[in-house]
């Protein structure tokens, strides 16, 4: 079992700058790929960025391409979420979660553990 903590959320004016962070527990972070998620009030929770085991290969929605970046340190248990040149929609709880099964990175459905989230609030 993996248990996930986020932090590094708050108030960012709009076209700047927050760093998240997820840290896991246990030994077996490492056989995980990792994704970040948002939900947005009375909206669905969608995916943001997700990144393999090793760190290799990264993945991005849309809308958050080019402006946010995801990494991972293995040996620290923890996955980051850089967001940069943030926009008012950009304003959601961002959850972090961790998938050992799939390929497909981009579904809520295939994550097993998912933390309890860390709000983000971007003001105009």
């Known amino acids: 079992q993996v248990q996930l903590v986020e932090s590094g959320g708050g108030l960012v004016q709009a076209g700047g700058s927050v760093r998240l962070s997820c840290a896991a527990s246990?030994?077996?972070?490492?056989?995980?790929?990792m994704g970040w998620f948002r939900q947005a009030p009375g909206k669905e929770r969608d995916f943001v960025a997700a990144?393999?085991?090793?760190?290799?290969?990264?993945y991005y929605a849309d809308s958050v391409k080019g402006r946010f970046t995801i990494s991972r340190d293995n040996a620290k248990n923890t996955v980051y979420l850089q967001m940069s040149s943030l926009k008012p929609d950009d304003t959601a709880v961002y959850y972090c979660?961790?998938?050992?099964?799939?390929?497909?990175?981009?579904?809520?459905?295939?994550?097993?553990?998912w933390g309890q989230g860390t709000q983000v609030t971007v003001s105009s």
């Open positions: 990144i393999r085991r090793s760190g290799g290969s990264t």
């Open positions: 246990g030994r077996t972070f490492s056989r995980y790929a």
């Open positions: 979660a961790a998938n050992s099964r799939t390929v497909v990175l981009t579904r809520l459905r295939d994550y097993d553990y």
